[in-house]
């Protein structure tokens, strides 16, 4: 399905949360010159975190906010990410103190990507159908 180009940017910064999710995986083959040993993975993970994903899990629960209202499954699947944002975000903060990095960044690798391809699957396309244009025009600038 196309993307609406007010959704383009989030998908755009999927992109790149889903090689991050694939460089903590364990037993992951190296990427493009990407952190490989545990303790380096961990430490791009939280950088990465600080410097985009926590103002991008902002931006979508701002979109959400907005567009609750139009249609019950986008309210119920938000409710659902805005408690997967917490939960990635106790997971990416918890890092610091793991006492099993390998086996943390690997579960934090797959939570990551399945939420994203939820987002990507389920919920993009249930605002492409439900959303009125001018709604999804008026939201474009909380996604930039």
Do not use: W
Not at 74 to 99: M, N, T, V
Not at 111 to 122: F, G, V, W
């Amino acid at each position: 399905m196309k993307r609406h180009s007010a959704l383009i940017p989030l998908s755009k910064e999927h992109h790149d949360s889903l090689i991050l999710a694939q460089v903590l995986k364990k037993d992951a083959p190296a990427y493009k010159g990407l952190p490989t040993d545990p303790a380096a993975k961990s430490e791009f993970a939280q950088k990465k975190f600080k410097d985009y994903i926590s103002m991008h899990f902002d931006k979508e629960e701002a979109v959400l906010d907005k567009l609750r209202d139009c249609h019950n499954e986008i309210q119920k699947l938000g409710d659902e990410i805005i408690r997967e944002h917490q939960q990635l975000k106790a997971a990416f903060l918890s890092l610091r103190q793991s006492q099993n990095l390998e086996t943390d960044l690997d579960k934090l690798g797959h939570a990551l990507e399945e939420h994203i391809r939820k987002e990507e699957r389920i919920l993009f396309p249930l605002i492409q159908d439900y959303v009125p244009e001018e709604m999804l025009t008026r939201i474009a600038p909380l996604i930039l």
